[in-house]
């Protein structure tokens, strides 16, 4: 069942040296249970696509859509209350740095039980038992101690776990990961994705987890959608994306995790910068940085064409009679 569906959101930031054109038509949706990532770099709209949802921008943000609904709600018509109570009590959040979520003032506990009592109505007690409950789910060690720790007391990994307790405290139907690992060391990295999943089959619960590292997403997501410049340029299931992508920004990704050759890591960058959103390109976004780009890449946005039932491109090189190039030593 259908869960998240947005349809053509635009995002628009306006600030004195212009508009920025964050998030330019994107199309996406989630399933009850389903795991999807966004990918991309920095800047590609990616975490703006996921807070225009929530409303939790500024002012100064203009967030426009055709259709944006969770479950039976039309959040283009939904209120700031509504909102709030939706926020932690159907969709938790993480974000990637849990000492700037975490409240320094306040002990874990009181930050634990805040969206029980809020959402849940629960006595201190019941919420406290909860919050017990909580931080053995999420495996914290020694969990009556943790409680009365504040954030600055406990480990990266540790906050990381709390904040992961925070977002499932009240059983959301949603979980929205935006880089959650990205602060924490390798070893660290590998325990919060295996708890995020752990919880997913626990409870059911979707996920989005948007992340700049495929690596991440193909440890745990069933489909990937791909962003750049604001947009969609590449959607299917992982093993489309993986083992079949047709956008050279996908293979630019693909290309830029490490690879063990031999003893020696190698990894390939993606030459050049984002496009300025306040004015971008006319044509393709990755047309500046792209190595096939050809004359009609620069004048015209390429149409987000459907390969299969899951798999979409927005890349001319798809077009009949576009040169043929390769991809992992393979022709297209
Ligand atoms: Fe490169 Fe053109 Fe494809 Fe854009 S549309 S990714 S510029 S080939």
């Known amino acids: 069942m259908r869960l998240l569906d947005i349809q053509n959101l635009h995002t628009t930031f306006d600030i004195h040296v212009g508009h920025v054109q964050a998030v330019r038509g994107v199309t996406l949706h989630v399933d009850e249970g389903e795991t999807v990532g966004i990918v991309g770099e920095s800047g590609s709209g990616k975490s703006v696509t996921m807070l225009s949802v929530m409303h939790l921008l500024p002012d100064y943000a203009r967030i426009e859509a055709d259709k944006l609904t969770f479950g039976d709600l039309d959040l283009t018509r939904a209120s700031v209350n509504t909102f709030r109570k939706l926020e932690g009590d159907e969709i938790g959040m993480v974000f990637q740095d849990p000492m700037t979520s975490l409240n320094p003032l306040f002990t874990v506990g009181q930050q634990l039980m ?173 047309a500046p940085r792209c190595p096939y780009a050809m004359r009609i890449c620069n004048s015209a946005l390429p149409e987000h064409r459907s390969l299969s039932d899951t798999h979409k491109v927005s890349c001319y090189l798809l077009d009949e009679g576009a040169p043929k190039v390769e991809w992992g030593g393979r022709a297209r």
Not at 147 to 158: A, F, I, N, T, V
């Open 114 to 286: 805040e969206p029980l009592r809020i959402h849940k109505k629960m006595s201190k007690t019941q919420a406290k038992e909860r919050v017990l409950e909580i931080l053995r789910t999420i495996q914290m060690p020694d969990p009556e101690s943790r409680l009365k720790q504040y954030p600055h007391e406990l480990s990266g990994g540790m906050r990381q776990r709390v904040m992961i307790g925070m977002a499932i405290a009240c059983n959301p139907r949603l979980i929205i990961a935006d880089e959650p690992t990205t602060a924490l060391d390798v070893t660290i990295q590998a325990q919060i994705l295996e708890l995020l999943m752990d919880l997913k089959k626990r409870l059911n619960t979707s996920i989005i987890m948007i992340t700049h590292d495929l690596g991440v997403i193909a440890g745990m997501c069933s489909r990937v959608m791909v962003m750049y410049g604001g947009r969609i340029v590449e959607e299917g299931t992982l093993r489309e994306v993986f083992y079949d992508p047709k956008h050279p920004y996908t293979w630019g990704l693909l290309r830029s995790i490490p690879q063990r050759q031999g003893e020696r890591q190698r990894l390939v960058p993606i030459p050049g910068s984002p496009p300025d959103l306040i004015a971008p390109p006319p044509g393709c976004p990755f």
